[in-house]
């Protein structure tokens, strides 16, 4: 552990884990890693290149981090550049800091999005290893989907890139499902739907992890609160993820 540095429970208390003291307690209760060893009171970090975590949760501490919670339209695409000329995500949220998208909503799929310059976080939520939830709307066409394609959504189908885990589906009104997952595969929930002989009409993302926010208007974009970094961070955590070494 870094001898010089700032003092960890100054970094801690910046983030938003509380006030010094509270930190100081986060960490004499040894709940608190450096660079995969315990850190003990009077730990120093060097916030550019020390990897820590809180209850085995993922910290990003280098300064001028940032994260954006964005409503992605459709027709936008979720990259830094197109050579096509479309929108993309990352022209929706301010130009610096240089920020990256945490996976991908393809191009006709709208809904919630992070782009952050936080490499420590967007690691642990894209790794495949996560079980970070994503939640969807989604209207399918041909009506009402039946109780056996219910039941095979949520107790997994086969796509051609594997059987799909366990998902959590309601649908609240004929035609119009909720679906939970922890996968990342491409375009899963439209190959999931087809699956069961019912074609996507319109696809939005609600939910990532314990994130949500209904008052975001498609194009809009806020920075999260500290609070909610801290509970992606948990997030991430409570589905096992362990942060490289």
């Known amino acids: 552990m870094a001898e010089e540095g700032e003092r960890l429970q100054k970094v801690l208390a910046a983030l938003g884990f509380g006030s010094r003291r509270a930190c100081e307690v986060l960490i ?14 009077g730990a120093r970090v060097q916030p550019e290149t020390d990897q820590v975590t809180v209850d085995g949760a993922p910290v990003g501490v280098r300064p001028g981090l940032v994260h954006y919670l964005v409503n992605k339209p459709r027709g936008v695409v979720t990259t830094a550049s197109d050579p096509q000329g479309r929108p993309t995500v990352v022209e929706l949220v301010p130009d610096e ?18 782009l952050t310059n936080d490499g420590t976080l967007a690691n642990a939520i894209a790794h495949p290893s996560t079980g970070v939830e994503k939640e969807y709307l989604v209207e399918v066409h041909g009506g009402r ?20 885990a366990p998902a959590r589906v309601t649908q609240p009104s004929p035609g119009v499902l909720r679906i939970t997952i922890h996968e990342g595969r491409n375009r899963q929930v439209r ?19 314990p994130i949500s926010d209904r008052r975001l208007a498609p194009g809009d974009w806020r920075e999260l609160l500290s609070d909610e970094v801290i ?15």
């Open 191 to 209: 190959r999931m739907c087809s699956a069961v002989g019912h074609e996507v009409r319109r696809l939005v993302r609600v939910r990532i992890g």
């Open 97 to 114: 800091p240089r920020v990256f998208p945490v996976g991908r909503l393809d191009l006709d799929t709208e809904g919630l999005i992070l």
């Open 231 to 245: 509970a992606l961070g948990q997030a991430v955590a409570a589905s096992g993820y362990a942060q490289p070494t």
């Open 28 to 41: 004499a209760e040894g709940r608190v890693v450096v660079n995969g060893t315990v850190a003990v009171l």
């Open 145 to 164: 989907v039946s109780p056996s394609g219910l039941r095979h959504l949520r107790e997994g189908v086969e796509l051609e890139d594997g059987r799909t």
